[in-house]
Nanobody
């Protein structure tokens, strides 16, 4: 059974840093990604990483502050977030794709339950 389990989150201040983790089990994937969804908004792509080659792609809104990485041995993917802003407040989801894993949620086959954090000003 495929499982993606995120960890990290909580209450933060503007300018803080946070690292989210996602543990994957059940199979290997071609691409792992991070998305977020703020209240009343659509799910938004943040970053993705190719599991085998490590190719990375970021959304323009986060590429100067967020870093995605992976640990193949532990089957984990991480999202390091720096200089957090109130507008980063959202539920963050780890996602996995057997295909090309682009920037659309529909391109991902599996999802974690999400982890929430709030950034106050």
């Amino acid at each position: 059974q495929v499982q993606l389990v995120e960890s990290g989150g909580g209450l933060l201040q503007a300018g803080d840093s946070l690292r989210l983790s996602c543990a994957a089990s059940g199979r290997t994937f071609n691409v792992m990604g991070w998305f977020r969804q703020a209240p009343g908004k659509e799910r938004e792509f943040i970053a993705r990483i190719n599991w085998k080659f490590g190719w990375i792609y970021y959304a323009d809104s986060v590429k100067d502050r967020f870093t995605i990485s992976r640990d193949n041995a532990k089957n984990m993917v991480f999202l390091q977030m720096n200089s957090l802003k109130p507008e980063d407040t959202a539920v963050y989801y780890c996602a996995a794709s057997s295909g090309i894993g682009g920037t659309s949620p529909s391109q991902y086959n599996y999802w974690g339950q999400g982890t929430r954090f709030t950034v106050s000003s």
